[in-house]
């Protein structure tokens, strides 16, 4: 394969080599159906030299643009143009949008110093109006699909280094104030070749999803993946899909999609809304690669994905559990190609002191590989958090990350970057100790064994009491299997400080089950299994479908539910509060708040 020092030289090379091929199918959808509209990687090219040289005179060559689309073929044109530009693209949720609010995308515009917005005619008038109640009257606004701005002949290709800054990507705010990472075109073009090394993949290879195209999976995965390769892509909505998950999998089956995947809450819904009837139309059999990512994969939902669509052609070997980060641009880790997941039942107790062990009397959890590093990408560690020493294999630590992926660190945040990406490893004892710096401390908990890498939670999100670990999804996930009232994906466990760490849990209520009509005694089967899995007495807050918040990618919040909780923010349809729980509420929530008060 040739050599590229940028994205940019890349694409361009793509656009002149392969003028009339299909770069990107794009369904949407109306009432019949779903129509299909085409972009050449030829159109791309005019249309990205168009918008681009529109920007190299207006000055934002070298600046930050906001990219402010729904899911369509503009956003990829508006992207290709700020890459044809020297520009540095913002890739940011359309206000409006899947109950997204301006006040983040106010704060993403300030924060990234954006110098132009590009979006569409429809919703050109609301991001200009927008911007003018803001008294931002400075920075263009362009509708790019409108044909008469800019000029293609008038476009001059950017001086561009590898170090050169290709986006920037800001984080969905899983647990914090979304950040820009600093995304290079060295970062990128380092991070689609591992995923190519994963995916094993090439110019027949096609993409396909649903993700929005803000999410670095989205982003990285099925749009600039196929460029990379030379390949193509077939899209649709994420809206489309949460409609009719059917449509994900008829997209797969019409296009022959090879490659694609999103969060483990896609697959749960296929399984639960595909029926007999429409899985006989399926054909599944294209699939090579169906990446499992950006959130907990429970070993129950691939199992039950893998048997549900068997039929369809869809073998266990396709399954591509997977782990990676918009620090590290997406991909770290990913099942062997040919390879079906590789599941570890261990003993719950002792992973919650920090070790991979067989099965005890104490109960069991069922681990899901993501799989292994290739070892020309990444070099992966698991680290101690106090001593900061490289961790034993089958012990538990946080995951530290060192390869050409990793981003330069977030924009504008120099004292957050030396800690989180230039993590210092400690070597070796006494006098001989040495330190190992440079490394991206990813936040993670996970072990390593037999070059497995398994994931096991959020480090920021570990409820620690009476000396035990206790992984937030595990509670959720327990409470959940008890009644399909509990709804698979609608809780959130975490800890609250109130002297001492009280477990709560908020958890969504589906109101049409038969158990739903007996609230208390749902409460009361969700607290008698955490204090018997867990030995602690818990809160728990039932409440309607909707009031757990998640980030784009169905990530739960669980640090936003805390404090949504203290500020007496959470309305429970029914709910049990230890005491000191309810007095840290009525002491922190809002007067004119009702305050909860324990119940039970």
């Known amino acids: 394969m040739k050599s590229f020092e940028t994205f940019t030289e890349l694409v ?15 369904l949407h959808d109306n009432a019949s159906g779903s129509d299909a509209e085409r972009l050449t990687y030829a159109t791309l090219d005019q249309e990205a030299k168009r918008v681009a040289s529109w920007l190299q005179q207006r000055g934002a060559s070298g600046g930050q643009v906001l990219l402010l689309y729904p899911s369509g073929l503009d956003f990829i044109k508006a992207f290709t143009a700020c890459l044809y530009a020297g520009s540095v693209a913002v890739p940011a ?59 293609a002949s008038a476009w001059s290709e950017p001086r561009l280094t590898p170090e050169s800054l290709a986006f920037l990507q800001y984080t969905s705010g899983s647990t914090s ?32 999803g649903w993700l929005p195209f803000y999410h670095d999976m989205g982003l990285i995965g099925h749009i600039l993946q196929p460029l990379f390769l030379g390949g193509s892509s077939a899209l649709m909505s994420p809206i489309s899909f949460l409609k009719r998950p059917l449509r994900w999998l008829q997209m797969i089956t019409e296009y022959q999609v090879t490659a694609g995947g999103g969060p483990n809450f896609g697959y749960d819904l296929c399984v639960k809304r595909v029926t007999d009837q429409q899985l006989a139309t399926l054909d599944l059999s294209s699939w090579e690669q169906a990446a499992n990512g950006a959130e907990p994969i429970r070993a129950e939902t691939v199992r039950a994905f893998t048997e549900r669509f068997a039929p369809a052609g869809f073998r266990a070997e396709a399954f591509f559990p997977c782990y990676g980060m918009a620090e590290t641009t997406l991909l770290v880790s990913g099942t062997p190609h040919g390879q079906a997941p590789i599941y570890r039942t261990v003993d719950a107790q002792a992973l919650e002191q920090g070790a991979l062990a067989e099965v005890a009397e104490t109960g069991a959890r069922t681990l899901v590989s993501s799989g292994v590093v290739h070892p020309t990408d990444f070099t992966v560690k ?44 400690r070597v070796g004892e006494g006098a001989e100790e040495t330190v190992d710096a440079g490394w991206l401390r990813t936040g993670d908990l996970g072990v390593l064994e037999a070059g497995q890498l398994y994931v096991t939670g959020r480090l920021k999100e570990m409820i620690l009491i009476n000396g035990r670990n206790i992984y937030p999804h595990d509670v959720e996930r327990q409470v959940q299997s008890l009644d399909p009232a ?3 994906g609608g809780g959130a466990a975490f800890s609250v400080d109130a002297g001492e760490e009280h477990l709560v849990l908020v958890q969504e209520i589906r109101p049409n089950a038969p158990a739903a009509a007996d609230l208390p005694a749902l409460l009361a089967s969700a607290r008698s299994l955490i204090s018997r899995e867990f030995q602690v007495n818990a809160s728990v807050v039932l409440a309607r479908p909707g009031t757990v918040r998640k980030t784009t990618s169905g990530k739960i919040q669980r640090t936003l539910m805390r404090k949504l909780l203290l500020e007496g923010a959470v309305t429970a349809e029914h709910q049990h509060l230890e005491q000191l729980v309810a007095d840290q509420i009525a002491t922190q929530a809002p007067a004119a708040q009702p305050q909860p008060a324990p119940v039970g």
Do not use: C
């Open 177 to 208: 104030a979304p950040k820009g990472v600093m995304v290079s075109h060295r970062n990128l073009l380092a991070n689609e070749l591992a995923i190519q090394h994963q995916i094993h993949g090439h110019q027949d290879t096609r993409l396909g």
């Open 486 to 488: 509990f709804g698979i």
């Open 93 to 151: 949720p359309l206000p409006g949008d899947q109950g997204n609010h301006f006040s983040r995308v106010t704060g993403i515009l300030q924060d990234a110093e954006v110098r132009a917005v590009l979006t569409d005619s429809v919703n050109e008038p609301t991001i200009s109006g927008w911007l003018r109640d803001a008294g931002i009257t400075h920075i263009p606004v362009l509708a790019t699909d409108l044909p008469g701005e800019g000029d």
């Open 12 to 26: 361009l090379h793509r656009t002149a080599d392969l003028p009339s091929k299909d770069a990107f199918i794009f």
């Open 382 to 425: 698991i680290v101690d958090t106090d001593s900061f020493r490289e961790q034993p294999e089958g012990h538990v630590g946080e995951i530290w990350v060192k390869g050409d992926s990793v981003a330069s660190g977030y924009w504008k945040r120099p004292e957050v970057n030396e800690e989180i990406f230039n993590a210092k490893l």
